[in-house]
């Protein structure tokens, strides 16, 4: 795994937190998924991206 995947995964691991906390909207977490993806261009993170990584509960 290179750098950009790294700082992709942990960075988005981190707003996947503040999405369950409800500091973010669904809406909000989608915008910045796509810019993340965008700046970093991760390999492996592609895989999920039609995938939600969170489920309401």
Do not use: S
């Amino acid at each position: 795994m290179n750098q950009n995947e790294t700082t992709y995964l942990v960075t988005m691991k981190l707003f996947q937190k503040m999405l369950k906390n409800g500091l973010l909207t669904a809406e909000e977490y989608a915008v910045i998924d796509t810019k993340m993806r965008a700046k970093y261009r991760p390999k492996i993170g592609t895989l999920f991206t039609g995938n939600p990584l969170t489920y309401p509960r």
